[in-house]
């Protein structure tokens, strides 16, 4: 990919992204002292957030549903880009009930091999973006994409490469350029077998995406490929937080354990019952900048989410973890 020459305004543009980000590091960097010291500031409760099953269709009475479990975040509710009337009517809801929509999550290919999906898939994530600009979510996030043509989110050799780094870089501009965003980031989320595969990755992104709109969406658990990692996920955890804690804007949630045969392989599981610290996340989450939500995603049905909910809220009260509630 042809490097373009850097105008007065890209410039100026980047500077101040500098300046901001040096900012946004010290007080990153103050607060994490804290928070790896076990002290956690209470001026940013955790925003807790997961599924409502059986979700009513009136926007109040979605709200109150998930202040009821305890939840001051939630995923995006169903609704259309056109239905512009129900979009306000949400967004009115959940701010009258201090319930900050998190993420409007399109899970699709932007890399597919056929042309005319991979512009279809585009297509998607682009109004995903104006969605979550819209009804006032804090981000749209997809995958960056994969080359496996038989599972869209698959493992590929080239997953890795420059080219796939040249191409998420050209498809995040693309859909950031397109809707002009002044509220919501787009966010690829982090894979083991893709870029970002770690949080030097994902400052590399940042970096070479160049635009504000441009944040990130923090996955540990997604980044425990390794038995390394696994044994280690307060340093992957640690280092998620130091690295782009200026940027993180939305976070999931969910647990990891190794099942033992004549390979690795690591199975997702309840929250509570696998091997990430919790604990550290927690307290991490609790002194970034911004209050970053944290939303429970993958668990097997309605109980392992309320399993997962109890842990996360009885481990917050037995660390000093505010949620906020």
């Known amino acids: 990919m042809k490097k373009a020459s850097m105008s007065r305004r890209s410039f100026l543009t980047q500077s101040g992204l500098v300046a901001a980000a040096a900012a946004g590091h010290g007080l990153a960097f103050n607060r994490a002292r804290s928070a790896r010291g076990g002290e956690t500031p209470q001026a940013h409760p955790v925003r807790l957030g997961g599924p409502v099953f059986d979700m009513p269709a009136d926007p109040e009475a979605m709200a ?3 202040r ?3 939840y001051r975040a939630a995923y995006c509710p169903s609704v259309g880009l056109n239905e512009k009337e129900r979009i306000r009517d949400i967004e009115a809801a959940f701010a009258k009930h201090d319930v900050v929509i998190a993420e409007v999550g399109r899970w699709v290919n932007l890399l597919d091999a056929d ?7 585009l297509k998607i994530v682009t109004e995903g973006l104006a969605l979550a600009e819209a009804i006032g ?27 796939f780094f040249d191409e998420a870089v050209e498809n995040a501009r693309k859909i950031i350029d397109a809707v002009k965003p002044r509220r919501a980031k787009f966010c690829y989320e982090m894979m083991g077998w893709a870029l970002p595969d770690s ?27 390794c038995p390394e990692r696994f044994y280690n996920t307060t340093a992957v955890i640690n280092e998620c937080f130091d690295k782009l804690g200026p940027w993180i804007v939305s976070c999931h949630v969910k647990d990891l354990t190794w099942d033992v045969e004549m390979s690795i392989h690591f199975r997702e599981v309840t929250v509570g019952t696998g091997v ?49 509630n």
Request: glycine share 6%; proline share 7%.
């Open 64 to 66: 109150l549903a998930h």
């Open 68 to 70: 009821k479990l305890g």
């Open 115 to 121: 042309p005319k999906r991979r512009a279809e898939n």
């Open 137 to 163: 979510a804090r981000c749209c996030v997809d995958i960056a994409g994969s080359y496996n043509t038989t599972v869209w989110y698959g493992p590929h050799p080239e997953n890795l490469s420059q080219k």
């Open 199 to 225: 949080p030097e990755a994902y400052l590399k992104l940042i970096r070479a995406v160049d635009r504000p709109a441009f944040g990130v969406h923090l996955d540990p658990c997604n980044l425990i490929n």
């Open 276 to 324: 990430i610290d919790f604990a550290t996340y927690l307290r991490r989450a609790a002194a970034l900048p911004a209050d970053a939500p944290l939303m429970i995603e993958h668990m097997a049905n309605a109980e392992e989410y309320d399993k997962a909910r109890r842990h996360l809220l009885e481990l917050g009260a037995k660390i000093g973890v505010d949620f906020g």
